[in-house]
């Protein structure tokens, strides 16, 4: 039977920081904090490679682990730290005789604080061009068996992970005259573990996307998504409140997992009150339809849903045409453009009567900042990077949706227009202008909650029916939003029309052509509807 050393003594309190290992691969804040440990504490530096190179040249006395065990590094770095001497050093029980006696016996000299980050290994694979075998180096090895030792035995051992602990260890050390107390002991354990099952989990998913990632030699599997998940999700800020103000909110982001691209996530706010859940959840889908074209583009979400959007050869315009969409539902709305925020754009904006909430673009002019904090106390000003998020290399990316039990998984909805698929069921094609509307239409309508119709004409959102039990009440909505504006339109639907009820009240309102995806029983019908009234339709299939 093993012996329970975990209870043959009291926990230790105060321990003593005599002698600390540091092997980090982010330097940042390691010069500051060693020379603090060595200066103020006395306390000796082992260290590694690349880590102790950085301490020498910062001119800090630095003992090579190789001369702590005896043992040279070797295999190209792979083999440096797995040794007794410092597993020993780090799992030892201080206060056991048994312990003690190995100790001596072996030359082993204890470790009190351990400081490791690991190699970057999630930022390397989040890399488009990064190679298999260079992913592979970048699995530690020693890192997080260090890691596992010292969090174990934080009975006596103090272990770090991230330089934004530093100061905390130091405040620690100068409150306790060079010993670490208990309870921060625990705490960065705790952290430790959180760190080494997220290395994990990010090593398997990783793993896991090249075995089932088709290839040229390799028949698909019959699933593109992955047979298992892992989510590790660390909290990035609370926010004002959730839903709704009785309910608690927060943003989380996935541990060590850098946000590539245009996102709010790691947008940079320059003005106003701390975003709620609604904020967020809007903004992101503001900045996702604006990133559908090309051209200059504006959009204003409410609950989700676009209430105006618009494209135009300059952004004012397509601002102004955004909001001349839906003048009355924009109040208090979300505004998203695709491009940076000029003077005129923000003059454009801050000439408009109504409150906004949160204003997400690529980047403001100085003096179009300005303007906008001046106009508007409290409106968000977010600025998120220009450049688009990189193609999955392997799996597509995810869209999940937490049920009570379970979670539901999807592919993210990346597809944009295919036109290759396109059918033109109808008498009469499409002229090129009500080509180019029903373009802008059908991607405005990939963004409206189902069941959505979508009323659109010179690039510009005039009526949109979103989130209704039957599509025939989409369509009346769409029609009373767009008012007369609707006759000369283009109408989108973004599933097919069962029966030509809803065509024929689209035509009835002026639409000249229509686009949906097709295939009802009754298609036929919806066509027959189409033809009667000379105006063209295009089927999709998407």
Known sequence: MTKDKSSATPETDLVPVRRALLSVSDKAGLAEFAGALHREFGV???STGGTARALRAAGLPVRDVSELTGFPEMMDGRVKTLHP???GGLLALRDDPEHAEAMNAHGIEAIDLVCINLYPFESTVARPDVSFAEAIENIDIGGPSMIRSAAKNHRYVL???APEQYEKALGDLRKHEGATCAAHRRKSALLAFERTAAYDAAISQYLRQQAEAPSAQT??????LPQSLRLDLVKKTDLRYGENPHQAGALYVDRGGAVAGASVVSARQHHGKALSYINLLDADGALALVGEFDKPAACIVKHVTPCGCAIADDLPTAFRNAFAGDPLAAFGGIVALNRPIDVATAEA????DKLLEVIVAPGYFPDALSLLKTRWKNVRLLEVDAAAPPAAKDLPALAMHRISGGYLIQQRDDKGLNEADWAIPTDRKPTEAELADLRFAWLVCKHVKSNA????RNGMLLGAGAGQQDRVNACRIAVAKAGERARGAVAASDAFFPFPDGPELLLG???TAIIHPGGSMND???IASVNSAKAAMVRTGQ
């Not at 904006?349 to 408009?352: C, D, L, P």
């Not at 119709?453 to 659109?456: K, N, W, Y």
């Open 85 to 87: 001497k410092v597993h």
């Open 349 to 352: 904006i801050v000439s408009i």
């Open 219 to 224: 028949t698909p599997v019959a699933s593109p």
């Open 44 to 46: 000796e530096l082992v």
């Open 159 to 161: 272990v770090l992970t």
């Open 524 to 526: 036929g019908l919806s």
């Open 509 to 511: 309102a002026g639409a």
């Open 453 to 456: 119709i979508v009323l659109a």
